[in-house]
């Protein structure tokens, strides 16, 4: 991430979200489920680091994309599993998404 210029949104240092025992208090305190990392050139453009595996991944990896960034291969989530996980989460900015999402999708067709 930090190769790609993004840091944590949170005042935190990125290589906690390695550590278990603050995954679990962030989950448990803050109902935290992501760790997200923002481009203080871009601050609109984050990129959200699940803090637990909330689908298998071997669903998940069947269906990766895979795209180029400053040389670096990124695996990004599919369309479907993505729009499980919004629904899953349920908050109202999420649910938006899943709309947006399949608004789109029909523009495509």
């Given at each position: 991430?930090?190769?790609?210029?993004?840091?944590?949104?949170?005042?935190?240092?990125?290589?906690?979200?390695?550590?278990?025992?603050?995954?679990?208090?962030?989950?448990?305190?803050?109902n935290?489920?992501?760790?997200?990392?923002?481009?203080?050139?871009?601050?609109?453009?984050m990129?959200?680091?699940f803090?637990?595996?909330?689908?298998?991944?071997?669903?998940?990896?069947?269906?990766?994309?895979?795209?180029?960034?400053?040389?670096?291969?990124?695996?990004?989530?599919?369309?479907?599993?993505?729009?499980?996980?919004?629904?899953?989460?349920?908050?109202?900015?999420?649910?938006?998404?899943?709309?947006?999402?399949?608004?789109?999708?029909?523009?495509?067709?």
């Amino acid at each position: 991430m930090d190769d790609l210029g993004y840091g944590p949104r949170n005042p935190v240092k990125a290589e906690a979200m390695l550590d278990p025992s603050l995954r679990e208090n962030w989950k448990r305190d803050k109902n935290m489920r992501m760790f997200s990392f923002v481009d203080p050139a871009q601050p609109m453009t984050m990129i959200d680091v699940f803090l637990e595996e909330i689908l298998p991944f071997k669903d998940i990896e069947k269906e990766l994309a895979r795209i180029q960034a400053k040389g670096i291969t990124i695996p990004v989530i599919s369309l479907r599993h993505l729009k499980e996980l919004k629904k899953r989460a349920g908050r109202p900015q999420d649910l938006a998404d899943i709309e947006t999402i399949e608004t789109m999708e029909k523009e495509d067709r």
